[in-house]
């Protein structure tokens, strides 16, 4: 049998992941090990999980070095690869927003030349020169992206908002949102036509088992 | 400062001995293919104007093109692909021919990735073009070649998805669907985000009908029942002749013994600017990307001066190699040379036998002696290696058949 490579990343988003793809009837324990190996297989279950940074989760699937990839919709709008986004895994919902200090409310289009310090370059990038049509400088942050505004280096943050706890206590809003975000199941485009006979059935038993859930929930 | 001088550029590799041996090979098995069929290989420049990649339905983002000015101040560009300037040729230096026309590259295109993650920025591309045929006939025959070429270069496993994009069209103008809506619609199909479709549907207010045919389209997988439920399903005569066009495809692909290969997949919608009828990629194991896609492109010769409609498709060169590595299909490397060692006095006759030997089919190295043969032969102790001797004869010292000493 030939394995199912499935790519996660570790932390919350993973846990959830398992979590599902075990509740839909496939043994995912191997995923429990607490090594520190980066591949793990169930050659019963024909399953091999590949643990990478979420960042990089489009990417193994876009190469087809996984079949399937569970990673967040806002990784899939920076990275854009042309992958199957089959399902939508209803949990690790947050938004894309643009936020900065409040005095800039409802006055954001009227700053020429906006500096956005972004993990999102591209999403940033697009939103601002595309959809709103002004020009932008872009500056490229791995963390704590909040700093930005605070000292000087940036008007603006395209981040990503949960409970908008670290905005607050930063002392900054959201502005406007761009996208709605959760966690997604994306699959490649070959292993979907070349192994269809097991990504099918998968993609189903979860979808399923999703739907189960939101019955559950509505009751 | 880095010393660039010991570096390639990025996205582009040098093809060393065994690989460039595989790649000549699998070239060689396309040319066969191709000129079984009556097609003509032309070679376009590497360099072209910019406007050739500027204009009409087959424009290219302009971030995606290498450039660079000429000395009158025009912008240049590499080639980006085979089709375009094989339109240009078709179109200008072959407009009196009779029709339809048969053309096939081989070649190098390059394209600049922004996001390029390994992806490489110079490759190799081979394909056909049949140009001003609209017949259902110049579609299937370009799809069977595409699979015969795949074959033919030891690919077996394949699987070819098959779509119509009139299809498409035809059903976004019955239900008036344009705009930002049907720009997005197709990618949302195409990638089969089926949540985000569900949305777009509520928001357009589209009928039942048209509801169930959008999410089939992104949730099939690919049967030929979808194409009579698609029928039933749909008014619009653009899509209805769509689906009928697809059918005699499919029927032709039968005579051409390929149709095993091939399923129907109407949810493939990429460059929906581009194409205007069947379009079809080509898939096979241990490779994340088609290894060939193609189809029917009847507006891109408008731009070149005539109108004219064609198919055709392109197949990745290193694409095949690394499926066949993968699948671990390897071909014969290239033979190994045999030397022959000789001593000044015996160069003439060493350099006649060396060219009688080539006649003959072996690769064959003169080497005049600097120093001692044993220390020769231990420098390549694999080697084939002959020695010349006074008077005209020779002798095999190492991986040759001594029976053939003279």
Not at chain 2, 230 to 253: C, D, G, K, Y
Not at chain 2, 272 to 285: D, E, P, Q, R
Request: charged share 25%; aromatic share 8%; hydrophobic share 40%.
């Amino acid at each position: 049998m030939q394995f199912l490579n499935i790519a996660l990343s570790k932390g919350r988003l993973a846990e959830q992941a398992i979590e599902l793809i075990e509740a839909s009837g496939y043994n995912c324990q191997v995923v429990r090990d607490p090594s520190r190996k980066l591949i793990l297989e169930d050659h019963e279950a024909g399953l091999r999980f590949i643990m990478a940074k979420p960042a990089d989760i489009p990417t193994y699937v876009d190469y087809g070095a996984a079949d399937i990839g569970i990673v967040g919709k806002d990784t899939l709008l920076e990275e854009k690869r042309l992958l199957y986004e089959v399902l939508n895994l209803g949990f690790g919902y947050c938004r894309l927003c643009v936020c900065g200090p409040e005095s800039l409310a409802g006055k954001l289009d009227q700053i020429p030349n906006k500096r956005v310090a972004t993990k999102y370059p591209r999403v940033a990038r697009e939103y601002f020169e595309s959809k709103k049509q002004q020009s932008v400088e872009i500056i490229r942050l791995n963390g704590s992206v909040e700093l930005a505004p605070l000292v000087g280096l940036a008007e603006v943050i395209v981040d990503i908002v949960e409970s908008g706890r670290t905005l607050r206590e930063n002392g900054l809003v959201v502005l406007e949102t761009i996208a709605d975000v959760s966690a997604r199941m994306v699959v490649n485009r070959v292993s979907m036509k070349m192994k269809a006979e097991r990504i099918q059935p998968f993609i189903e038993a979860v979808g399923r088992q999703l739907e189960a859930r939101k019955d559950q929930a509505s009751e | 400062m880095t010393q660039w001088q010991f570096h390639t550029p990025d996205g582009v590799s040098d093809l060393l001995p065994e690989e460039c041996a595989e790649k000549r090979r699998i070239e060689q098995t396309i040319r066969s293919v191709f000129e079984k069929r009556g097609y003509f290989e032309i070679e376009t420049p590497g360099l072209e104007f910019f406007d050739v990649y500027a204009v009409g339905s087959g424009a290219v983002p302009q971030e995606a093109l290498f450039k660079c000015i000429d000395h009158q101040g025009r912008i240049l560009c590499l080639r980006y692909d085979g089709t375009v300037p094989t339109a240009r040729v078709a179109a200008t230096l072959f407009r009196d021919a009779a029709l339809p026309q048969r053309f096939y590259y081989v070649g190098n295109m390059y394209r600049y990735n922004e996001f390029g993650g390994g992806r490489q920025r110079s490759f190799s591309q081979a394909g056909v073009e049949l140009i001003g045929s609209s017949s259902p006939e110049a579609d299937a025959e370009v799809i069977a070649t595409a699979i015969t070429t795949a074959r033919k270069t030891g690919i077996e496993d394949l699987q070819v998805s098959i779509g119509q994009v009139a299809f498409f069209k035809g059903i976004l103008s019955e239900w008036g669907i344009s705009g930002e809506a049907a720009r997005q619609l197709p990618h949302l199909i195409d990638s089969k985000q089926m949540v985000a479709i569900e949305e777009m549907a509520d928001r357009l207010q589209l009928p039942k009908a048209a509801r169930a045919v959008i999410l089939k389209l992104a949730s099939s997988q690919g049967s030929d029942d979808d194409l009579d439920t698609f029928e039933q399903l749909v008014r619009s005569p653009v899509a209805q002749q769509a689906i009928t066009n697809l059918r005699e495809v499919l029927m032709i692909l039968e005579d051409y013994d390929c149709r095993r290969y091939v399923t129907v997949d109407l949810g493939m919608l990429q460059s929906l600017n581009y194409y205007t009828g069947v379009i079809f990629k080509g898939f096979t194991y241990n490779l994340g990307f088609p290894l060939f896609s193609g189809g029917r492109y009847d507006q891109l010769l408008q731009s070149f001066g005539r109108d004219l409609p064609a198919t055709g498709f392109s197949m990745g060169i290193s694409l095949a190699m690394t499926a066949l590595q993968r699948q671990g299909i390897r071909s014969k490397p290239q033979a190994v040379p045999c030397w022959i060692c000789y001593e000044k006095p015996e160069r003439s006759a060493a350099l006649k036998l060396a060219e009688q030997m080539r006649e003959a089919g072996s690769n064959v190295i003169c080497n005049g002696l600097t120093g001692d043969i044993h220390s020769f032969l231990a420098r390549r102790p694999d080697a084939k290696v002959i020695l010349m001797q006074p008077g005209g004869t020779w002798q095999w010292l190492q991986g040759g058949d001594p029976a053939c000493n003279s």
